[in-house]
């Protein structure tokens, strides 16, 4: 009986001996590959990091600065991004990327296409454009924040609203 029930504790010892070694080889090999994974998720992070790391000068706005594309705004990304760019015109944030002039026939255009549009945050764009479209633009602040938190911001919150003074030099640097 004795030696019955230490064979059968070999057996047992033996089987989880190689589950174990099984499952630390599994481990290993899946450890293995998410390295790999997180390496090639990096490498676009390092140079997205480095990118929003370096001062943006004055130039770069300026090669930024775009016309509208009437084709191209109608996907919410770029309706969202062109969106965003007008906001700059009138707002004061420590960083911006990209420049769109706010005239009445943009935001027309724009107003008309989010009206016209099944997009996700449609609601809030026709409230924010038809404030606009009346001289209103005291949502600006808030209008470029809530963009920015959809796209994930790190740099660049709109902290107030420009000065009147503010709001002409920007027009005079980057559409004049």
């Known amino acids: 009986m004795k030696s019955k029930l230490l064979g059968i504790i070999?057996?047992?010892v033996t089987i989880g001996f190689a589950i174990g070694v099984l499952?630390?080889?599994?481990?290993?090999l899946f450890a293995l590959l998410s390295e790999d994974d997180v390496a090639n998720d990096e490498e676009p992070q390092e140079?997205?990091?480095?990118?929003?790391?370096m001062e943006v000068s004055e130039t770069d706005i300026e090669e930024e600065v775009q016309e509208v594309?009437?084709?191209s705004i109608q996907s919410e990304a770029n309706f969202m991004d062109t969106l965003h760019h007008m906001t700059h015109q009138k707002i004061h944030a420590e960083d911006k990327w990209g420049a769109v002039e706010i005239t009445d026939e943009r935001i027309d255009l724009m107003l008309e296409t989010a009206k016209n549009s099944d997009f996700t945050h449609r609601d809030f764009?026709?409230?924010a454009l038809t404030a606009w479209q009346n001289g209103d633009f005291s949502n600006a602040v808030e209008v470029h924040n809530y963009i920015w938190e959809l796209k994930n911001g790190t740099v660049g919150r709109a902290l107030r609203l420009y000065t009147e003074e503010e709001e002409q030099q920007y027009?005079?640097?980057y559409f004049r």
């Open 47 to 53: 140079e997205m990091t480095a990118e929003v790391d």
């Open 23 to 28: 499952g630390l080889a599994i481990f290993i």
């Open 10 to 12: 070999g057996w047992v």
């Open 69 to 71: 594309n009437t084709e």
């Open 171 to 173: 027009i005079e640097k």
């Open 125 to 127: 764009y026709i409230e």
